[in-house]
């Protein structure tokens, strides 16, 4: 059924006037009479309309059936103004994920002072490894993330915010815990909990051509989580600097020489919702100004 035909029919039925109708449509009296008769050919000839003098009114068929397309158009018009308003109303969500450690302080700001500015903004967070939140991605179950290591998957496409500095969570009984820095191949020997699988990689890098074999003693998902263990004496770890806290027990020491890049990472070619694009370019923006890149 074509819409406008029953447009028209709409406004001719108010009116009863073909001209009055055709000029409150924008359109010609023939071309609203051809539409008037198509519409009639298509419901089998019925009359919608009858001669009385110089002027038309509705039939009882043409009454009838005006209650229904009023109603249908009505409806239409409803569904066009709630979609309408959805894309202005609705709450929009960004699946944000994340390598531990990377909530600290400037992107908590962030995400606290867009959604203030943005009531429809929503987020969920998932924090993990950064292969974990990439395979996310790949499956479309995150807009973004913030990960610690890039490679040449060309179905990511990664944009650097800055390098972080990394320090050793120990004991602070441990014989090192008083070092003023410590290199990494001192490590080589150590237990160590790690938070995820850069780490992991990292750490058997460091204790290659090093006395003895690298002792993961345990993984775990996040920095803090890590550092509970430190405290409760299993092991030490390597942490990021936002995740360093005052922790009775805990010793930080600098980590020589050790930097790591994170880079916001999204799908290649994937189209975005603008406020989710918008948030992306601004967490970009955001820590490139702080760090001076």
Not at 191 to 201: A, G, R
Request: proline fraction near 4%; charge should be negative.
């Amino acid at each position: 059924m074509n819409y406008n035909y029953l447009l028209y029919f709409s406004v001719l039925a108010q009116t009863e006037h073909y001209t009055t109708a055709a000029a409150r449509l924008g359109i010609s009296q023939p071309a609203l009479s051809s539409a008037i008769h198509s519409l009639e050919n298509s419901l089998g000839g019925v009359n919608l309309f009858e001669k009385v003098g110089r002027n038309i009114r509705l039939t009882e068929e043409g009454r009838f059936y005006r209650e229904m397309v009023d109603e249908a158009l009505q409806k239409l018009s409803d569904a066009s103004l709630a979609l309408r308003d959805s894309k202005t109303l609705a709450p929009v969500v960004i699946r944000m994920g994340m390598v531990s450690g990377t909530l600290e302080g400037l992107l908590a700001e962030l995400i606290v002072s867009h959604s203030r500015e943005n009531p429809r903004i929503r987020f969920h967070l998932t924090e993990g490894s950064a292969e974990d939140l990439k395979d996310l991605l790949r499956q479309e179950k995150l807009d973004m993330a913030i990960v610690d290591s890039s490679d040449r998957d060309r179905s990511l496409h990664y944009r650097k915010l800055y390098e972080r500095d990394f320090f050793v969570a120990l004991s602070q009984k441990h014989p090192l815990a008083h070092s003023g820095i410590l290199e990494p191949q001192q490590l080589a020997r150590e237990s160590q909990i790690v938070f995820n699988d850069n780490q992991k990689n990292a750490f058997k890098q460091w204790a290659s051509g090093a006395p003895g074999e690298e002792d993961i003693i345990c993984t775990v998902d996040t920095a803090k989580a890590a550092l509970d263990l430190v405290a409760a004496g299993l092991g030490i770890a390597v942490i990021p600097s936002e995740c360093v806290e005052a922790r009775p027990g805990i010793s930080y020491v600098p980590l020589k020489n050790w930097h790591q890049a994170l880079y916001a990472c999204i799908l290649y070619d994937k189209w975005l919702n603008p406020p989710v694009w918008d948030f992306v370019e601004l967490v970009v923006k955001a820590f490139r100004a702080e760090k001076g890149l």
